[in-house]
């Protein structure tokens, strides 16, 4: 449900990330089928949508790789309570203990900005990234 609601967020917001200057691409650690299956289910339209399921990326971006305590965190409970209603949980796809994040990385390999997650559903707000991108392109 988390991925549900971090996508829905982005794809509002693709257009405005170009127009900054950055091509947002979102990186799932479900197989390529399950990629697919996610961009049809989120009309994402042309947000690129790739699958890791190496977790190779994840690992190069220093993003964590969960344990049951940042599942079970308090603050999980709580965004999880917040999105319920609007994203529903299905069927898992991918790796339910990888967290994930955001980075804004430039076309020399640089990474100008990175946001961990340390506990299910954390993530930047589109305030937050949109702010960074601005900085990232300045």
């Not at 971090?6 to 979102?26: F, K, M, T, W």
């Not at 993003?63 to 299905?90: C, D, E, M, N």
């Not at 020399?108 to 707000?125: A, I, K, L, M, Y």
Request: glycine share 10%; charged share 20%.
């Amino acid at each position: 449900m988390f991925c549900q609601q971090q996508g829905a967020e982005l794809r509002r917001h693709v257009e405005e990330l170009r127009h900054i200057g950055v091509e947002p691409y979102v990186v799932g650690s479900g197989s390529p089928k399950q990629a697919q299956q996610f961009a049809e289910h989120m009309s994402v339209g042309d947000l690129p949508i790739f699958s890791d399921k190496s977790l190779a990326s994840y690992r190069a971006a220093g993003f964590k790789r969960s344990a049951v305590a940042t599942i079970l965190h308090p603050a999980s409970w709580l965004r999880g309570a917040r999105v319920a209603w609007k994203y529903r949980q299905g069927r898992t796809m991918g790796d339910p203990w990888q967290l994930g994040g955001a980075l804004l990385v430039r076309t020399d390999g640089t990474v100008n900005w990175r946001f961990r997650s340390e506990s299910s559903g954390e993530h930047p707000t589109i305030p937050q990234l949109l702010d960074e991108a601005r900085r990232a392109v300045a």
